[in-house]
């Protein structure tokens, strides 16, 4: 099974930029669509990215469009989450996650979707 690694997570101040990574061992990365969740203090997991197993189809929750990137270099086993314009409002633990099954006709926007997750990278936005 697949296991992931988050890293990149750090405090910034609002408006600036972070870019997380999520690293894969034990399988093969392009074998699995993939997903970024966040949860923030005292709220429940929220979706935040998704992209196909080849990267050539994004989705994204509406709080980041156009400020956040999803994704992925398949020979290098990792996808990423490049943000911007950092908002106090985006201070969360992130986590990467490969859903099962790994490439469904639909990529999931629940975290219900996904069964492997990584152990999260904390990103605190200043305001």
């Known amino acids: 099974q697949v296991q992931l690694v988050e890293s990149g997570g750090e405090l910034v101040q609002a408006g600036g930029s972070l870019r997380l990574s999520c690293a894969a061992s034990?399988?093969?990365?392009?074998?699995?669509?993939m997903g970024w969740f966040r949860q923030a203090p005292g709220k429940g997991r929220e979706f935040v990215a998704a992209?196909?197993?080849?990267?050539?189809?994004?989705y994204y929750a509406d709080s980041v469009k156009g400020r956040f990137t999803i994704s992925r270099d398949n020979a290098k086993n990792t996808m990423y989450l490049q943000m911007i314009s950092l908002k106090p409002e985006d201070t969360a633990v992130y986590y990467c996650?490969?859903?099962?099954?790994?490439?469904?006709?639909?990529?999931?926007?629940?975290?219900?979707?996904?069964?492997?997750w990584g152990q999260g990278t904390q990103v605190t936005v200043s305001s």
């Open positions: 992209i196909t197993w080849s990267g050539g189809s994004t």
């Open positions: 034990g399988g093969t990365l392009s074998n699995y669509h």
């Open positions: 996650a490969a859903p099962l099954p790994p490439r469904g006709v639909v990529v999931p926007a629940t975290g219900s979707g996904y069964r492997y």
